[in-house]
T-cell receptor, first 113, second 109 residues
Framework: IAGITQAPTSQILAAGRRMTLRCTQDMRHNAMYWYRQDLGLGLRLIHYSNTAGTTGKGEVPDGYSVSRANTDDFPLTLASAVPSQTSVYFC????????????FGAGSRLTVL | GQNIDQPTEMTATEGAIVQINCTYQTSGFNGLFWYQQHAGEAPTFLSYNVLDGLEEKGRFSSFLSRSKGYSYLLLKELQMKDSASYLCAVSDSNYQLIWGAGTKLIIKP
């Protein structure tokens, strides 16, 4: 089934540890995104990539990094996790970076203690 | 600043009609999206409006007034499975999506 796969589904992490959330899509979409979703707040964009080889900062990029080595994969790395990064993380993709419909992955629930 | 406002929670009865409002203030406008998100799941696309007026898709309709910075999502013949959060998002002048916090819709039998 075409779509986006995220891993892990859920993770508990000690503060200070490094963590990479994986995201893979098989729809050959050019644009990919990482959002975090916190209770009472709208989805907030962390980083995005309009096409393979390029990345950009979103609304809340501090403490996170991404890479886009190829079309399919867009991993999100927390270099040194802090409790405020406890959240649900969604990876999404769209055909292009214009006003296009987003397809979301199932999400990764991260708890930083 | 950019802002999307929608009610936090609404309750409706199975079989009835409910309207979820969304008002926005953004730098530029390239369309407004509605997504549905069931608890613990990913958002899924419902509708897209870029011109003023009503877009109908089965039991769901979405309306846009760009001059008023206003949209609504209308759900008819409510079913229990419609219990979910409904997210309003606006594409701004840079084609970045600005998201509302979502409206949790509770359907009662």
């Amino acid at each position: 089934i075409a779509g986006i796969t995220q891993a892990p589904t859920s993770q508990i992490l000690a503060a200070g540890r490094r963590m990479t959330l994986r995201c893979t899509q098989d729809m050959r979409h050019n644009a990919m995104y990482w959002y975090r979703q916190d209770l009472g707040l709208g989805l907030r964009l962390i980083h995005y990539s309009n096409t393979a080889g390029t990345t950009g900062k979103g609304e809340v990029p501090d403490g996170y990094s991404v890479s886009r080595a190829n079309t399919d994969d867009f991993p999100l790395t927390l270099a040194s996790a802090v409790p405020s990064q406890t959240s649900v993380y969604f990876c999404a993709s769209s055909e292009s970076s214009g006003a296009n419909v987003l397809t979301f992955g199932a999400g990764s629930r991260l708890t930083v203690l | 600043g950019q802002n999307i406002d929608q009610p936090t929670e609404m309750t409706a009865t199975e079989g009835a009609i409910v309207q979820i409002n969304c008002t926005y203030q953004t730098s530029g406008f390239n369309g407004l999206f509605w997504y549905q998100q069931h608890a613990g799941e990913a958002p899924t696309f419902l509708s897209y409006n870029v011109l003023d007026g009503l877009e109908e898709k089965g039991r769901f309709s979405s309306f846009l007034s760009r001059s008023k910075g206003y949209s609504y999502l209308l759900l008819k013949e409510l079913q229990m499975k419609d219990s979910a959060s409904y997210l309003c998002a606006v594409s701004d002048s840079n084609y970045q999506l600005i998201w509302g916090a979502g409206t949790k819709l509770i359907i009662k039998p």
